[in-house]
């Protein structure tokens, strides 16, 4: 499974790159894996309020509607708008054109928080 | 549910293992739910062919001279209709009414019948059976004894010389591979295809060599994902969600499985009088517009701004890429064309009620 060293990860399998002040979120390449075929994904809309470990998007395989979750708390700067016409990016290119949203941190410390890529390899049994 | 440790596996489920197999627990079973991929492996059987182990599928030997009269009282169908080497599609009713299973029985010979079940209520449906036969009848659960696979796909019909005098809904005896089995050209796809009956330490050996075989064709193992997404857009009721005991076959609008001129049966008392009165509510299909989140059992169904019923099955079609469902309606409401809409999430996304089967083609 693909844990690239530059990210950091939440537990519940989303990841994290830092820009600054922003963290672009996407899915990691284990999640993708076990939901297998994504059908839908509905990100959280612009300009909305997001907080560390709520859960604030969904991601849909033909089997099952999964929640996921923030790893930082922050306002939403942008999301992936080509994930509305191919979700399967999230299958195809979990860390590159399958990223979901971008919130503009209101606390970079929480980043403290997340998972090393050794931490997060170890958390999936890899 | 049974905890993981209880649940029960299949003559196959090594040769899942091998596969690839993401296995899941149905029915008291430990299945595959899929191997390459739910979208491939439905793409594979709608376009070239499939292979699925139904192993948790039940099956009863039903034998005697009293066969087919115990049948027909337990049952709604008519098996007196069925020819040796016919098959029929039938259901199990309560005194109420209510769909206890859906099976398949097939007229082996004169007086021997096997009938298949689905897999969560083989013991029920035994125990069912047994007590409320009213005539001298065995009734045999050989469940744990059989396998089966099913070949599934417009390649299924080229593998085997004998699918040539094999008509739809037929069974016949064939050696398969050097084995013999029960071999019917049904199943649960919408597709042609073969549903094989086979000793249960025969079916490893079936399993490698129909995928040896099917190489040519571009053969995949498929899983429960595959099979529920191919029924779905065929409108095939799957039990535990689109049927129950709380509902009736009129309501699932599988009146044409029920024989009200063959005499009383069990539950045709209340079918007769429902029949009269009319139905509350209705089973209908359902189609998203697009770019909707794939509906899912008991999600809300709208109409007017109201709710007038719930999803019993839902999933994204890999073939027509929307959202599919089936739910009950009230009668009101469920003709075609009707526009409705889906709550999910607290959004409300459009829909269609559609004429059966979602997907306009068949075998």
Redesign the interface.
Known sequence: MNVPKNLKYAKTHEWVRVEGDIAVVGITDHAQNEL??V??V?TPAVDARVEAGKECA?V??????SDIYAPVTGDVVGVNEEL??APELLNQDPYGKGWMFKVKMSDPSELNELLSPDDYSHHIGA | MRTAETLKRTPLYAAHLECGA?MVAFGGWEMP??YS???AEHTAVRERVGLFDISHMGEFLVAGPNAERALNGLLTNDVTKLSVGQAQYTLMCNHQGGVLDDLIVYRLEPSVYLVIVNAGNIEKDFVWMNTETTVSVIIGNLSDRFAALALQGPAASKFFDFSATLPHFHVQRHQVFDKDCWVARTGYTGEDGLEIFCEAADAPHLWRMLLAKGEPFGIKPCGL?ARD?LRLEMCYPLHGNDLSEETTPLEAGLGKFVSFDKGAFIGSDALVEQRAKGVGRKLVAFTMAE????P?PHYAILANGRKVGEITSG??S?TLSVGIGMGYVETACASVGTQIEIEI?GKRFPAVIQKKPILKKGP
């Open positions: 297998t075929d059908v839908y509905e969904v849909e395989s033909v089997k099952a509607a509305g016409s | 993401k739910v899929q991929g739910i979208l994902g997404t770019k909707s989140p794939p899912r999933t994204q890999p999430r």
